[in-house]
């Protein structure tokens, strides 16, 4: 099994930023591709941004040129830099992966798709 623990939410006014965290432990070795994903309050979940099993990145149309996925590999570890944040952005944020290493991206581009290993996912609530 694999246990994700995200880190880094909180509150912040429009325009400011803020980074997140997710670790990574357990049997981090059948983890093919990693994700953040987002829900707010009555809306279905989105996509944000999500590594493939070759490094590569895709981004969400409003994520594009204000997020930023990374992770240091080293730490098992899973970051999501969010800068120009807009009310708009307000939502439980989770971190998610999947053994299948083009799952992630597949579920950020169509919205579809379980993934295998979520977080509990740490709320971010930008005020304007």
């Known amino acids: 099994q694999v246990q994700l623990m995200e880190s880094g939410g909180g509150s912040v006014q429009a325009g400011g930023s803020m980074r997140l965290s997710c670790v990574a432990s357990?049997?981090?070795?059948?983890?093919?591709?990693m994700g953040w994903f987002r829900q707010a309050p009555g809306k279905e979940r989105e996509g944000v941004a999500a590594f493939g099993g070759s490094g590569t990145t895709h981004y969400a149309d409003f994520a594009q040129g204000r997020f930023a996925i990374s992770q240091d590999r080293s730490k098992n570890t899973l970051y999501l830099q969010m800068n120009s944040l807009q009310p708009e952005d307000t939502a439980m944020y989770f971190c998610a992966a999947h053994r299948n290493p083009f799952h992630c991206i597949h579920v950020v581009v169509t919205g579809r798709g379980e993934l295998d290993y979520r977080g509990q996912g740490t709320q971010v609530t930008v005020s304007s």
């Open positions: 357990g049997a981090t070795s059948s983890i093919e591709c």
